[in-house]
């Protein structure tokens, strides 16, 4: 893999299906993934890609298995925090990290926007990497550097709840360029639409990099741009057909994998004592998704956590929202 991430993504692409293949089929897929920064990313982004949904057709019938978790994310995470909780662990809700300070006696000290102050034997940041290259207040310069040197996707999310189906497809890639999203997500062509009261569930993604103007929008201007080009895709949808339409923003999305990715990447174990950095920008030949980055959380503890700190002292995981 280390091999791929030497190769540019569209190299790798142009040797493997030819010139115009390319242009017509892989091209406008990057772009739609990445914008832009379709330049700057290795093969191995592709590779990863690939290699994830290949994964979906590793059983004996060769067929895609896909599986969803009832209720959503919501219900893992409620359920992660009942059983934590009844081992002692407390939970700070809407507690942004402000400030991460390493004090003289070895201690780490966070502060929280609203002024609360809690201090640690350990500290686990796991907040994109430019923002916890802000928090952080004794890092190196080069650690700092490498942090503010990975490369993100920012995305825009609609998640609409619709009386009636768009199309019979789960995925749909949109690779024109007047769609203002990247693509149609149909959750009832997997999830039974018996579990949102016969409705429709449709997200709605667009990808953009973290200054995107798009970020300044209002949920109505989002709304009224989306809607618009729905109903010219798809002639039998109505806008009174919307139950619901909400928006979702997140600037530090997804790491790119750049050139040289995993030897440019700051290590999980920082200079300062008792601190720790570990992201989605960790997941190394693989795509962010719940199975990768439970096993991300799963390696960091035991490599990090009780090799550092055998003794086995509280931790905090510093949250803080990426809506910057």
Partial sequence: MEKLETIPVTDWLKR???QRTFNKIWLPLL?????ENYRK???SFIWSTIARLYAARRTGLKKEMFGYLLGGYARMLQRFGQVIAEEGVKIHLRSIAQRVTSLSNGQVQIECCNGHQETFDQVVITVAAPIAAEIC???SPNERDRLNAIEYQGIICASLLLKQSLSPYYVTNITDDWVPFTGIIEM?????????DGRTLVYLPKYVVPNDPAFNLTDDEIEETFVRALEIMYPHFNRDDILSFRVSRVKYGVAISTLNYSKNLPPMHLSTPGVHIINSAHILNGTLNVNETVQLAENASVELLLRHHPTGSDTFNSSQPNKR
Avoid: M
């Fill in 31 to 35: 772009r739609a993934k990445l914008g």
């Fill in 137 to 139: 207040q004794n890092l």
């Fill in 188 to 196: 009832t062509t997997l999830v039974d639409p018996q579990h949102f």
């Fill in 16 to 18: 493997w299906s030819g």
């Fill in 41 to 43: 990313a290795s093969a």
